[in-house]
């Protein structure tokens, strides 16, 4: 009698669920997702919305730097793009949110489209500065092109519509970021299954292997600045859509940082990790702020040293995580998984 899970054909083998037990935990968190904000406060229900929204901008990011190899450091200038063209696409042209979301996705996607261009030929460190410059020259134009921008002053956001429904409450941004969350982890999965995913994984092993082999690597590397410019857009457009206020300073490069942090500590390369490393890195502020309320009393200075111990602790989680579990959280829920699956029998 057979024992165990077997693969008779390569469908089977490429399934995004693999078992009934994943279809079932799948659905139980779902359902989970769906009642959660009618039981959390305000201040929890936001924070969901923040890491929904990071899910997403994480996502991106994985599919260059992490299946791509394509080191980014102008993330959070995409994430700029993306809210300022939905924001002035709504105030000055009076489009509705539910299309100048995607318009502003797709415009991040061309400017990404610009950015690769120049930089095919460029690779490691080299690339990283020139995605770097890019973001300053993002930031110089939102901060100096005032009859655009409004400069320093920012842009209040308009109340979002979908299909006519205002967008007005907590609750109701939180289901739009859950189902385009959902949207965003079912492309990406099903992207890896398909050539397109593949050749990104063999540009990332080898470009050169890739490129004798018949894979188009020029191809292949502009179309995943593009994936990862759109995923970025969207998230800019909701994340200005959740604060209602969009400036200068909501899209410094520490975001750029946060969100490689994130792909890092939830482990580079997959997809499960994108969603764990945004959970992790957007709930750290929180239990730091509870750290500090806690040890407040007996050690008011670190009141004022907020600022200093958050930056700290983000690169001291980044190191410990590089030195001790490189392949991120993803690797540790792979390790407990498979310990779980031979217990009592477990073998080191």
Sequence with gaps: MPSGQFKTSY??????????????WLALLMACLVVFPFFAGQYLLYLANLVGIAVIGVLGLNILSGFTGQISLGHSAFLALGAYASTLLTLRLGIPFWLSMPLAGLFSAL???????????????????????????????????????????????????VLGFPIDSDTKIYFLILSLVVAGLIFAKNLFRTETGRAFIAVRDNDVAAEIIGINVVRYKILAFMICSFYAGVAGSLYAVTLSFIGPEHFTFLMTIEYLAMGLVGGIGTIAGSVLGAVFMTALPEAIRLLRDALSTHYPFLVSRMSDLQSGLYGLVIILFLIFEPTGLFGVWLRVKKYWLAWPYSYR
Excluded at 11 to 24: G, Y
Excluded at 118 to 145: D, K, M, N, Q
Aim: glycine share 8%; net charge positive.
């Design 11 to 24: 469908r089977d083998d490429t399934k995004i669920f693999q078992t009934l037990w994943v279809k079932m």
């Design 111 to 161: 400017c990404g489209l610009l950015l690769a261009l120049p930089c095919l030929r460029l690779r490691g460190l080299y690339l990283a500065i020139a995605t770097f410059a890019f973001y300053f020259i993002v930031e110089y134009s939102i901060v100096h092109w005032n009859s655009l921008t409004n400069g320093t002053g920012g842009l209040t956001v308009a109340e979002p519509t």
